[in-house]
């Protein structure tokens, strides 16, 4: 009978060391809160050294850098400083040969919305190993059109960086002959950048809403494709860029309807719901997978939830849309962000949400896919709630990276209206 029993409890740890690990969240650090007199801190970005995961860097709105040499346990805070200005919307891209990039928007007059030349191009800061910051390149001037909303990934295949972002004719403007489109460009070195490239053939309107082309976010896929969603008209579009021929693949498919990328929550302003694109490069059977992540009201104005769609074919087909947070209906999950991790293929999505509180108190979790999207596993990330006041900007988005099962979420929290800027050490 003993050796039944040593047999069977055997066989049970054998089972449980084939389960995948389960991720951890050690503490919540404080990156940056708000100091009298500062611009409030939001819209963070996180980018991890993919070949020294102790090392990463942070960016908030306006101008915020926040370094991290041991592993995302303390930081130091800086201001970033540009020959265009820096007016937010940070993006922080790592490239394999340990250099970081900033991209953010133009301010070259330094009078914000005071300035004609506001938004006049993208701007991308470089740093290279001997912690130097280059002055700043500007990326589709194009006067007197509007720059606005880009995102920025590495190319491993071609070694280049790759940004896209949505072109205005007059941002804000409700002129109906006015345009917004998507462009594209590239770059070896974050120096020379090649003339942009329109990759959507419907323009959307200028008004900044549901209507507008907005939200492209570029990925790469297994086959050195860039692949790029973006949301117009309450729609999801995608479009493939050939890594051959450097131009899109006939024209953009709409994907998902029903998507409305702006609307209200509760204790918040306006509410980014755009989309994020993820592709997997690893070794794993996942390999090939093309993921888009949103957010949307299509189950009601008080019910906002987290979704996916998923393709296995490089685009051409994709799933219904899944959804990720696993609660009840009824509350609000928004302001959502993925991020993929390239060595096990395993799908992290970091978001805001209220199932456990009435009114506007808000935690944040994360999801987790171990089977390609399939199936998500929410946990409780945050240590607390804050109640936002909706009297201070939150701005568009929170953020996420990994690497080989270094998880670094990064989200903006309140208290007493000040912000302040937060990310957890977890491990998967």
């Not at 998507?182 to 090649?194: C, D, P, R």
């Not at 929410?378 to 939150?394: A, D, H, L, Q, T």
Request: charged share 25%; hydrophobic share 30%.
């Amino acid at each position: 009978m003993k050796t039944c029993s040593y047999l069977v409890i055997a066989a049970i740890l054998c089972s449980l060391s084939m389960l995948p690990n389960r991720a951890v969240a050690q503490k919540n650090v404080l990156i940056y809160e708000q100091e009298p007199g500062k611009y409030a801190p939001c819209e963070p970005s996180i980018a991890i050294d993919p070949s020294n995961s102790r090392e990463m860097i942070a960016g908030a709105v306006m101008d915020y850098m926040f370094v991290s040499k041991n592993n995302g346990l303390s930081w130091n805070t800086y201001q970033l400083k540009s020959k265009y200005g820096v007016y937010g919307d940070p993006c922080i891209v790592a490239d394999d040969n340990e250099q970081f990039y900033y991209f953010h928007l133009s301010d070259p007059e330094g009078e914000g919305w005071n300035s004609d030349k506001l938004l006049d191009r993208i701007v991308v800061q470089k740093r290279n190993k001997r912690n130097h910051w280059s002055k700043g390149k500007g990326i589709g001037h194009n006067p007197p059109k509007d720059q606005d909303k880009e995102w920025a990934t590495w190319d491993p295949y071609q070694q280049r960086l790759v940004v896209t972002w949505t072109q205005f004719d007059e941002y804000g403007s409700k002129d109906p002959r006015c345009e917004s489109n998507i462009l594209l460009s590239t770059s070896k070195n974050g120096k020379k950048w090649k003339k942009p490239i329109q990759i959507n053939t419907t323009p959307g309107n200028c008004e900044d809403n549901s209507q507008t082309a907005e939200g492209a976010v570029p990925a790469v896929d297994a086959y050195g494709n860039t692949l790029v969603a973006w949301n117009r008209d309450g729609k999801i579009y995608f479009q493939t860029i050939s890594a051959q021929s450097g131009k899109p693949v006939g024209q953009e498919k709409e994907i998902v309807d029903n998507a409305n990328w702006s609307f209200d929550v509760p204790g918040f302003r306006r509410m980014n719901g755009m989309p994020v694109t993820v592709a997997d490069r690893s070794a794993r059977p996942t390999r090939g997978n093309v993921y888009i992540n949103w957010t949307d009201q299509r189950n009601g104005e008080d019910d906002t939830d987290v979704w996916i769609v998923k393709s296995t074919d490089g685009g051409f087909t994709w799933s219904e849309p899944i959804r990720v947070n696993d609660d009840a209906a009824g509350k609000h999950q928004f302001m959502s962000w993925m991020a993929i991790d390239q060595e096990t293929g395993y799908l992290y999505v970091v978001f805001y949400d209220r199932r456990d509180h009435e009114g506007n108190m808000t935690d944040v979790y994360l999801a987790i896919s171990h089977d390609g999207g399939d199936t998500w596993e929410n946990r409780k990330i945050s240590k607390e709630p804050f109640e936002p006041s909706g009297k201070v900007f939150f701005g568009d988005y929170i953020n996420i990276d990994v690497v080989k099962g270094n998880v670094r979420p990064i989200w903006t929290r309140e208290k007493n209206q000040r912000l302040s800027i937060w990310t957890a050490i977890i491990s998967d």
